[in-house]
């Protein structure tokens, strides 16, 4: 295939097997986890946990990415849409309340493939935001909830740490779009989230300009009670930040603190996640749970 999933437009060379282009991924959808998740937000993860699905590789160069083992060194393994079918309908059997596709942009083809048929439970596209319009465009009527991340407003800084100068503008159009197709959040009897957006934004440390700008923009955006936000507090230092030192530390409790008084101030509805979230543990182990056929 010749890839244009991604906003990059790189018009990469995907074989079944080879991977070109910014995420080095081939055609064939390369997983590295699927299993129930009880770490998002509440409406999402609920009682009994998220069927979650992590795709390894990513549109996006995130220079802290917790999730770096699968996103830039693409550790996973490769399955087919028979397969990538019966990997849901497993983790609906355990429980899932719904079926989260993580970092699926690069994959979209695939996952227009999965949807053909109907899950019978809703299906969340949760991505970076780094979206391009015209994909987002064909999996309308397909994903029920989109979960993506608004993490900067400034293109420097976009460019800096996530290898996008782009990003602004393209999160921002994105999920205008994402909205557009949803509409205002929808709830069943339970509390879960059954149709709708929630942003999330992570605090990074000396960011907190970045942040109140990511809040001005939503609450500017949408009226209230037409989408989620969360703000997350969970960043823990990881990787090589030698080129981005500033970012080399956790944060500090002021910072939090102030961004929470922001969000509260601006009458943001979602979820803050307090500071004892960053922890390692919480960045799960992508060994290929749930990945390989049962024997």
């Not at 079926?99 to 949807?115: D, E, F």
Request: glycine letters at 8%; charged letters at 20%.
């Amino acid at each position: 295939m010749i890839c244009r999933l991604c906003p990059r437009d790189c018009g990469a060379e995907r074989s079944a097997e080879q991977g070109n282009g910014f995420c080095r991924m081939p055609e064939t959808s390369v997983l590295a986890r699927a299993a129930l998740h009880h770490w998002e937000e509440p409406p999402i993860s609920g009682t009994r946990g998220s069927g979650t699905i992590f795709f390894s590789g990513c549109c996006l160069g995130c220079v802290f990415c917790q999730n770096a083992a699968i996103s830039q060194r693409r550790f996973g393994q490769a399955v087919t849409p028979e397969r990538l079918r019966e990997i849901c309908a497993e983790l609906i059997g355990q429980g899932a309340h719904n079926i989260n596709l993580v970092t699926p942009s690069h994959y979209a083809h695939t996952v227009l493939q999965l949807l053909e048929r109907p899950l019978p439970v809703p299906v969340v596209w949760n991505s970076g935001g780094y979206d391009r319009l015209e994909t987002l465009r064909a999996l309308e009527g397909k994903v029920d909830v989109y979960l993506p991340d608004l993490k900067y407003l400034d293109r420097k800084t976009a460019q800096a740490y996530s290898a996008a100068p782009d990003y602004p503008e393209t999160a921002c159009a994105a999920i205008q779009e994402m909205v557009r197709q949803t509409g205002p959040c929808r709830f069943d009897e339970n509390g879960l989230l059954t149709r709708g957006v929630l942003i999330r934004h992570l605090i990074l440390p000396g960011q907190l300009g970045q942040a109140k700008a990511v809040m001005d923009w939503v609450a500017r955006s949408f009226e209230p009670g037409t989408v989620l936000f969360s703000l997350m507090s969970q960043y823990t230092p990881w990787g090589d930040l030698t080129a981005c030192p500033e970012l080399d530390r956790r944060l500090r409790p002021g910072e939090i603190r102030a961004a929470q008084d922001y969000m509260r101030n601006l009458g943001l509805d979602g979820f803050v996640q307090e500071r004892a979230a960053a922890k390692e543990e919480y960045t799960p182990p992508f060994d290929l749970t749930g990945v390989s056929p049962r024997a």
